[in-house]
């Protein structure tokens, strides 16, 4: 069973950067690609970038220039590299995984999802 760790979050100042890590196990990471999502309290959960096998990428529209997503498969691990970190940015972050697709911003196509790291930003 694919299970997915994410960690690196925390309490940041606006401006500031934060890299969030995503470590797969359970499978083998080179089948699947991987996406990042976020949800703010009482907002409904948004996608934020996804990485195929491939190393092809998609981004928010919003976010993409400020955030980068990477991955490591020789350590079956996903980043999500976040600057000029604003407060709109505070939200549990969440990894996930699927087969399906290419970089898929669906957050239907993902099987595979972490429990989410807290990332907050302070103005």
Known sequence: QVQLVESGGGLVQAGTS?????????GRFTNYNMGWFRQAPGKEREFVASISWGYSKLYAPSLEGR?????????????????????????????????????????????????GTQVTVSS
């Open 18 to 26: 934060l890299r969030l890590s995503c470590a797969f196990s359970g």
């Open 67 to 115: 955030f980068a997503i990477a991955r490591d498969n020789g350590w079956s691990t996903s980043y999500l590299q976040m600057n000029s970190l604003k407060s709109e940015d505070s939200a549990v972050y969440y990894c996930a995984a699927t087969t399906s697709g290419y970089t898929p911003s669906d957050q239907s196509e993902y099987a595979f999802w972490g429990q």
